[in-house]
């Protein structure tokens, strides 16, 4: 029986805020421990919590640009469970009433467009870290950094929507851009400002019901999340056909083994007992507020993704990998600016710019090569200076350098030969050294023409234009 | 002239004499402090060194010709759940027996910029749960009036203080009854105010849509200089509500013709003392003959009061008092192996038994699947009683009614069935779940010599109706004259 898997994404997202959600201490990261720390963010007896209206507004930015409905009325609850990194004793969250609802983020993935719905997004508060002694003998405590209690998340539920771990992927990535076009998040899953847990289940093709679920935590990389999910599939796959069945449980992926292991189960579950927080007023939020706010959206993925389709006449798929993130679009299009050849722009950067990037894992905002500096290389083989293939050495020169391509072709002396003297005395040589090969060409074995051609350009190091090696080389094999 | 005595108005008239200074009396508090209060057992801590550097400070004042406020130089005393800068803060449990805020309350605050002078905290039902001041974890206090019996609870303390002239006026707090009833069985004044009237910031919470900061005085005149004092929105606190605070001493005023006072049939219960009612029908009377219109009046939903109370009330305790875990602030149990051991110990040893009995049940009243038949049903109800009373006010512009069904009851009376004493705040509880504000003031007293008092419930932020109300009461009579007898 051929099965398939159902998945549902809950992301955690931290704002960026300057101060925290329901007091005034700065959300610094990497701070002293303690000391981004008031009566409110540590549970002081006796203090209250006041809603920061900026986190509120980002919330709302997010629900807008995910197509939700925002709430006029929503309302913060108490999550209550007990763990020293929640000093109060319960996290301030929302439960019945949600700030916004029913929206969607659309995914491309193997060129099929899809939508993957957004139940919910709500807005809470973070908890802190907990620091542990090394070992029971040395050092048997453990210690409680408050500096991240009360930083603002909001918490975006997908619909049980996604069949696939690129599917999975593909929205995480998507949801990802959305939060850093928005300038409400950096996305940063090592970091932590950017979590993931994953509901998954498998069913057989084409049944409608869900299988048992399973709840995947501790995912810290978009590869762990594809990674988790993967395994995981496939172990529910096998308990099935094997006649097991799958029991309901939270499970922790191990980024070692590859593998998910039992953390607790359905009978180990929290019962939170929510409630509404009478310490707060429930959010009214008016039209005017939320039209304000759409007003001042910056353009986001999608549609940055069709202006470039149309602006820049480039295929949908070099639009979609150019606007995954606003930092290489900006890129593509400063270097636009500067060298108006899209498609040629996009070329390079999908495949070298990307190439590079990823072996030393940086982002485009850390690229040492700059867009004008891409562009003046563009401009290099544009106008003959170098060839194309010479190009490759000299961007590999300005990636690890930082330097311009004019300053490395200068100093390297690899301007490219377009002295037509030079160039036959270099296809003559080669004549006389191939005298074999250059008959047999003469006879009709057509093929050997892009050998001789390989060496005349070995001759002059590369440098040798292409295009006239061609036409002179041709010219010459005709006498 | 013994100061420990005099009222916040008569103290503020001699000082700005400069016929006494703030030393003088506050000397005078700390004196009698010493002489009754091993009787009567109000503070849990004395703060002498900073009430005498503050008494100074006004004095210089005074002598440099300042004008000074109300409250400048007069010795006042704190229920123990305020939060003060510095100073021990308990609850009267055991789990805060060492915690020193690092922040002071917003009334703190509000107070100190007065030139307040505080003479310590006060004892109370731990975490103000309570009807008689038993349940603290430190030590019972009794009643002034006589010895055997309760002060009344949660605030306790303040009303035995206030009555037995250890300080001059005192702040308490009402979550359900816990100001009224405390003054009503010593014989003193006591005002909840509105809910959002007051920040509740700085006060460790019990309920937190039920608690309200309020003051106990010795006569209606203190408690409007008090309300002008506290009073006041405070963004810090969410449920405050930003609205302007009038001059209540603007309603001191003897003049009550046309005022319409609603007598709601279902606070005149079976099992009242017969002596309460009697005192509230004196009291009905002399209104009556001082031009007030009395209506009868329904307030349908009372019956459920108590119930709705202890659901919405343990609910909201049982997440409020989670924070009391033993990791960050207070006690922790010595006896553990690992961390939900440790959890379990601090709390089973840190919290009192009427604490630990409100936690449970509002854990349960808030499971999964007890939710919708209490907390949501409990809600829903509240929604309804709130209505009884906007009807009863389009009709009436106060409310009266006993504070309490009984007199002070003997100590150890009732400390084993809850119910009973659940029952004990039956006349107070529904204004709290209302939100709006309410008075007692003394009215009569027992055969046995005990205070009764008398309650007068009002509109949203209608605190002014009631002190005029209030005051016109005690301008005819010397109830809250008599003076119990210590010696």
């Known amino acids: 029986m051929e099965y398939e898997p159902v998945i549902g994404l809950e992301v955690h997202a931290q704002l960026l805020t300057r101060s925290k959600i329901f007091c005034g201490c700065s959300t610094s990261f990497g701070e002293e421990p303690n000391t ?11 203090s209250l919590p006041v809603v920061n209206r900026k986190a509120v507004e980002f919330a709302i930015r997010l629900g807008l640009a995910t197509h939700c409905r925002i709430a006029p009325f929503s309302l913060f609850a108490r999550k209550n469970y007990f763990y020293p990194d929640l000093p109060k004793g319960y996290q301030i969250s929302m439960y019945e009433h949600p700030l916004a609802e029913n929206g969607f983020i659309e995914i491309t993935v193997n060129g099929i467009k899809k939508r993957i719905r957004i139940i919910r997004i709500h807005m809470e508060e973070d908890a802190g870290k907990l620091k542990h002694g090394e070992t029971p003998e040395k050092f048997p405590y453990s210690y409680v950094d408050f500096n991240r209690t009360g930083v603002p998340l909001v918490e975006i539920v997908s619909g049980p929507d996604i069949r696939s771990p690129q599917e999975a992927g593909e929205y995480l990535r998507r949801l990802r851009a959305i939060l850093q076009y928005l300038e409400i998040c950096t996305g940063d899953m090592e970091k932590g400002t950017f ?24 995912m810290n990389s978009f590869k762990h999340v594809e990674k988790a999910l993967e395994y995981e599939i496939k172990r529910q796959i096998e308990l099935l056909r094997s006649g097991e069945e799958v029991i309901q449980e939270t499970r922790l992926f191990d980024a070692n083994t590859g593998m998910t292991v039992s953390m607790r189960g359905k009978e180990e579950a929290h019962d939170y007992r929510y409630f509404p927080d009478p310490d707060l007023v429930p959010l009214r939020i008016d039209e005017r507020w939320i039209e304000e706010i759409r007003a001042g959206l910056p353009e986001l993925p999608d549609q940055k993704k069709e202006r470039f389709i149309q602006q820049y006449q480039i295929p949908e798929y070099d639009a979609e990998i150019l606007t995954s993130s606003k930092a290489m679009a900006k890129y593509f299009e400063e270097t636009v600016a500067l060298f108006p050849e899209p498609k040629v722009v996009s070329n390079w950067m999908m495949v070298e710019l990307l190439r590079e990037l990823k072996r030393d894992e940086r982002e485009i905002d850390q690229c040492p090569i700059t867009p ?42 690899w301007v490219q030969i377009l002295d037509r003297g030079e160039i036959e005395r270099a296809i003559e040589q080669v004549i006389e050294a191939y005298t074999k090969q250059v008959d047999e060409y003469r006879k009709g074995k057509e093929k050997i023409f892009g050998f001789l051609v390989g060496e005349v350009m070995k001759k002059t190091r590369g440098k040798a234009n292409p295009q006239l090696v061609n036409e002179l080389l041709k010219k010459k094999l005709k006498e | 002239m013994d100061l420990s005595k005099l009222t916040i108005h ?166 359900g009854g816990s100001i009224r009833q405390p003054a009503s069985c010593c014989g003193v004044v006591g005002m909840k105010p509105t809910y959002g009237r007051v920040s509740r910031y700085g006060l460790v919470a019990f309920a937190s849509s039920l608690d309200q900061i309020g003051p106990i005085t010795k006569d209606v005149t203190d408690c409007a200089i008090m309300m002008n004092a506290i009073s006041g929105y405070d963004p810090l606190d969410s449920t405050s509500v930003p609205r302007e605070v009038p001059d209540y001493k603007q309603f001191l005023i003897q003049e009550i013709k046309g005022i319409r006072i609603g007598i709601p049939k279902e606070y005149f219960i079976e099992g009242m003392d017969p002596e309460v009612e009697k005192s509230i029908w004196e009291a009905i009377e002399l209104y009556r003959s001082l031009g007030a219109e009395i209506e009868n009046i329904s307030l349908p939903h009372t019956e459920y009061a108590v119930a709705v109370y202890y659901i919405i009330c343990t609910a909201e305790a049982s997440s409020n008092l989670a924070r009391y875990d033993g990791v960050k602030y207070g006690f922790r149990s010595a006896e553990y192996e690992d961390l939900l051991e440790m959890y379990m110990q601090t709390r089973a040893k840190g919290f009192g038994q009427e604490v630990k009995r409100r936690i449970i049940l509002g854990t349960y009243v808030l499971s999964a699947g007890y939710y919708e038949a209490y907390y949501r049903k409990a809600s829903q109800v509240r929604t309804l009683m709130r209505s009884d009373f906007e009807e009863a006010f389009r009709k009436v512009d106060v409310i009266l009614s006993p504070t309490a069904p009984t007199p002070a009851f003997r100590i150890g009376e009732k400390v084993d069935d809850p119910l009973q004493m659940y029952l004990s705040d039956i006349h107070t509880i529904p204004v709290n779940l209302a939100g709006i504000p309410a008075i007692s003031i003394p009215c009569g007293f027992s055969k046995d010599g005990l205070p009764i008092g008398l309650q007068l419930m009002g509109r949203h932020f209608d605190e002014g109706t009631l002190l005029r109300v209030a005051y016109t009461f005690e301008q005819n009579t010397d109830f809250h004259l008599k003076k119990p007898n210590l010696s």
């Open chain 1, 36 to 46: 981004q720390t008031c009566p409110v963010c540590t549970g002081q007896p006796g």
């Open chain 1, 195 to 218: 979590r993931c847990d994953a509901n998954v289940s498998v069913r057989p093709v084409g049944q409608k019901e869900f299988g048992t679920r399973t709840e995947l935590k501790n």
């Open chain 1, 372 to 413: 004008r500096h891409l562009a003046g290389m563009l401009i290099l083989i544009k106008n003959g200076t170098i060839s194309g293939k010479i190009a490759k050495d000299v961007f590999e020169e300005m990636y690890r350098t930082g330097e311009e391509a004019e300053k490395i072709v200068k100093e390297r002396g």
């Open chain 2, 10 to 175: 008569d103290l503020h008239e001699l000082l700005i004499k400069k016929e006494v200074t703030s030393r003088e009396i506050t000397e005078t508090l700390f004196q009698r402090i010493k002489e009754v209060d091993r009787k009567i057992q109000a503070y849990l801590l004395l703060t002498e060194e900073e009430a005498f550097r503050q008494a100074e400070r006004i004095d210089h004042k005074i002598r440099q010709g300042e004008r000074i406020g109300d409250l400048a130089g007069i010795p006042i005393a704190l229920k123990d759940i305020l939060c003060t800068k510095g100073i021990r803060t308990t609850c009267a449990s055991k789990i805060l027996a060492n915690y020193i805020p690092f922040y002071d309350a917003t009334v703190i605050q509000k107070l100190k910029r007065e030139g307040v002078v505080f003479l310590g905290k006060l004892n109370m039902d731990e975490f103000a749960m309570g009807s008689s001041t038993e349940n603290s974890g430190f030590q019972i206090t009794r009643n002034p009036w006589n010895l055997e019996r309760i002060p009344g609870g949660s605030s306790g303390g303040s009303a035995a203080a206030v009555a037995s002239d250890e300080c001059i006026a005192a702040l308490g707090t009402d979550t």
